[in-house]
């Protein structure tokens, strides 16, 4: 229910959470939590690890990943620069939206449980079965992709805004053409990484999505040796810049999907060509996947409208999709570090309680849930806020991406502090749904979710400054977070009784006061620092995020530990524990 739009394979969140649009996606650097004891013993090949080996390799692989992709985003503004930048990330939106909508809700919630189930019952271990199912999707991916790729002015221009130039126009759809084709090999790396997955092999798909940003950061390095002294605009760009930028971007796809394949025949599948559709259930498929492709739907609509208009103020110098993006995966970025580790600890136990009809501790599982991940996000929202624009400067500032440009993104990512919270508390909620079996019910949940967010979005650009968009649709989002686990909480208390939420809700206003005594403090050395919160290069930027985040931390800690916010109280005992030891 994030509301973002380009889902980076190097920022997704670690583990299996909802995705942007709050379905619980397979995506190419995921793994799936708790298949790895879904094929039967014997089927497995004796050199897998444990699931805590598991776990640390995925862990490992997704924060190398996370911070390979950072590179990558940062080399994409340098090379760029903001108004460029703008047109190739709108026309790389293009085939995230378009495979959410073919296959990426339907992975997860249909075809991965297929696939368990079939390796289970089947002789051969769903051998065969997988062999059609992979041809079939091969086949289906091909067509609709060729498809796209023809239509794709057609599609950039749906997309475009009339307030543009001509030029910002011509310019997304001429990358369109050569990134679009990234749809095909994306679903064909999450089919594999799901193949993968579902025979106790993590690493491969963990680590796959950082050959693809090595490949496009090789790229940037060309296109900066070669390009660096142009005058890089939306007009005077040239054919092998662009070209340049497009094909490298293709190419990290592709390599993503061929470093998958040595894995598949490590853990014994064949992909052999068997090509049998009636075979496979496609009509209980459709059944089965009809809510995901609504949920996903609405959400794709909602990502539609945000590069639209962000898209109508992308060519007069304005933060836009570029920062935008960039903003949204800092977001994720702490999400994933702190709210999913909570949920992936949390949602085996809320299952198997659903399972037995203890709903009071599902009930108690979710309000610590809530409780930890407020506790741990608050000192990362803040810091956040209060460090934005050293933040900014320090990840992307260099090349065509100026110091302007740094500190207008660095405007957004303050907006994006107040929506880190409830991003990872709408997708508590959500969790809490999955271990009920309740998909209809989340997907249900998020059409008036979604309706919140596309109005805001409208109001907000409406309302604010164009310089201000990039902003207005992250408040936009924030705004549509808090709605939907207002929403989930009303529902769930309904579905499992009392939800313990005035202890949440003592616990929570503990974290909040914290925080604002840490970040006033910040606030307050920060202005003090060379640059006073708005750093001209990164000297200043690094003075800026030792000394604010120095404090900030230290203050956070003292202050929820005086005010008895429970979760800190326990993490400072342990950590005196350790060091007494």
Request: glycine share 10%; proline share 4%.
């Amino acid at each position: 229910m994030s509301g973002g739009l380009y889902r980076s394979a190097s920022a997704a969140p670690d583990g299996v959470p909802p995705a942007e649009d709050g379905v619980t996606l397979i995506s190419v650097d995921t793994a799936v939590a708790g298949y790895e004891q879904a094929a039967s013993p014997e089927a497995q090949p004796s050199n897998e690890g444990s699931t805590a080996g598991n776990s640390a390799v995925m862990a490992i692989g997704s924060l190398v990943s996370r911070i390979i992709g950072f590179v990558r985003n940062a080399l994409i503004g340098m090379a760029l620069g903001s108004g460029v930048g703008n047109a190739y990330t709108s026309a790389q939106f293009l085939p995230g939206q378009i495979y959410e909508l073919l296959l990426g809700g339907i992975l997860s919630s249909v075809l991965v449980p297929l696939l368990v189930r079939r390796r289970k019952a089947d002789p051969d271990g769903g051998q065969e079965f997988t062999q059609k199912l992979l041809t079939f999707a091969a086949v289906s991916l091909g067509v609709a992709t060729a498809l796209v790729v023809v239509l794709a002015p057609v599609i950039t221009w749906i997309q475009s805004s009339s307030d543009n130039p001509a030029a910002y126009n011509d310019l997304v759809t001429h990358f369109a053409y050569l990134i679009l084709p990234i749809i095909f090999f994306t679903g064909l790396s999450a089919l594999m990484g799901a193949v993968l997955n579902v025979r106790g092999h993590f690493a491969a798909p963990m680590w796959a999505p950082i050959a693809n940003n090595i490949v496009v950061i090789a790229t940037c390095g060309v296109f900066i040796l070669f390009f660096a002294g142009d005058d890089l605009t939306v007009q005077s760009i040239g054919g092998g810049a662009v070209l340049l930028m497009g094909l490298g971007t293709l190419g990290g796809m592709v390599v993503q999907a061929l470093t998958l394949m040595p894995a598949l025949r490590k853990v014994g599948f064949s992909w052999k060509w068997r090509w049998d559709p009636r075979s496979l259930g496609l009509g209980e498929i459709g059944r089965l996947g009809g809510w995901m492709l609504c949920y996903v739907g609405a959400n794709q609509l909602a990502v539609f409208m945000v590069v639209r208009i962000l898209n109508s103020v992308a060519g007069d110098g304005s933060a836009s999709t570029l920062a935008f993006n960039n903003v949204f995966l800092l977001t994720m970025m702490a999400h994933g570090i702190v709210g999913v580790s909570v949920m992936t600890a949390l949602l085996p136990k809320m299952s198997a309680a659903a399972a037995e009809g203890r709903f009071s501790e599902v009930s108690a599982d979710l309000s610590r849930g809530i409780r930890l991940v407020s506790a741990a996000l608050a000192p990362i929202a803040v810091m956040y806020g209060v460090l934005a624009a050293p933040i900014a400067v320090m990840l992307f500032q260099g090349g065509k991406y100026t110091n302007h440009d740094a500190l207008a993104t660095g405007d957004v990512l303050v907006v994006a502090a107040f929506a880190v919270l409830p991003l990872s508390i709408s997708y508590l909620c959500t969790y809490a749904f999955y271990s009920l079996q309740g998909n209809k019910t989340a997907a249900l949940i998020n059409l008036p979710v979604v309706a919140v967010r596309i109005a805001a979005y409208f109001a907000l650009a409406a309302i604010l400054d164009k310089s201000l968009s990039a902003a207005g649709m992250t408040a936009g989002n924030a705004i549509s977070y808090v709605v939907s686990a207002a929403i989930s909480l009303v529902v769930l208390r309904r579905q499992i009784g009392r939800l313990n939420l005035g202890s949440v809700a003592g616990s929570l206003l503990k974290v909040v006061a914290a925080a604002a005594i840490a970040a006033v403090l910040g606030l307050l050395v920060v202005r003090l620092m060379p640059g006073a919160g708005a750093p001209d290069g990164r000297g200043e930027a690094i003075l800026q995020l030792l000394a604010g985040g120095a404090v900030i931390l230290v203050v956070y800690l003292i202050a929820a530990t005086t005010l008895r916010v429970r979760e800190v109280s326990d993490v400072v005992s342990m950590v005196r524990r350790r060091l007494g030891r």
